[in-house]
């Protein structure tokens, strides 16, 4: 009979956990975190093709963050257009993420729930970004 208890006990605090992954900030910190990775990965691209198809798919992606939060990640985050449109071009620097980050950083300091959490993702993401 114990052993159904802890078994009952345990399947509940499992479940509770993976609802709380579900959650609308972990779902923009996601989202956010996919946007960075193909910032980085245009970063990285070894041709111009290669860095415009991941710019296509970074963009896609903020404009689902912009659904998703109801906030223009692209009037917030100051010349990230301009920054993304470098990018696309091939030979893109590690300077050019850092200005993405710093854009970032300053559009995170008004920002809140769903859109911070995006932010923190976009963040982590390019943190990464070697």
Same mark, same amino acid.
């Given at each position: 009979?114990?052993?159904?208890? &802890?078994? %009952? &006990?345990?399947? #509940?605090?499992?479940?509770?956990?993976?609802?709380?992954?579900?959650?609308?900030?972990?779902?923009?910190?996601r989202k956010g975190k996919e946007a960075g990775d193909q910032i980085c990965d245009a970063?990285? @691209?070894?041709?111009?093709?290669?860095?415009?198809?991941? *710019?296509?798919?970074?963009?896609?992606? *903020?404009?689902? %963050?912009?659904?998703?939060?109801?906030?223009? #990640?692209?009037?917030?985050?100051?010349?990230?257009?301009?920054?993304?449109?470098?990018m696309a071009r091939g030979n893109a620097t590690q300077q050019d993420v850092s200005a &993405? #980050?710093?854009? &970032?950083?300053?559009?995170?300091?008004? @920002?809140?729930?769903?859109?911070?959490?995006?932010?923190?993702?976009?963040?982590?993401?390019?943190?990464?970004?070697?």
């Open positions: 009979m114990k052993a159904r208890v &802890i078994g %009952l &006990i345990a399947a #509940v605090a499992l479940s509770g956990a993976a609802l709380a992954a579900c959650t609308p900030q972990a779902r923009a910190e970063k990285n @691209a070894s041709s111009a093709n290669e860095a415009q198809r991941h *710019i296509n798919k970074a963009n896609d992606k *903020i404009d689902d %963050l912009a659904r998703f939060t109801g906030r223009d #990640v692209r009037q917030e985050v100051r010349d990230l257009d301009r920054n993304l449109n470098q &993405i #980050v710093s854009s &970032i950083e300053d559009a995170r300091t008004t @920002a809140r729930g769903n859109t911070l959490a995006a932010y923190d993702g976009m963040l982590e993401a390019l943190a990464d970004c070697d």
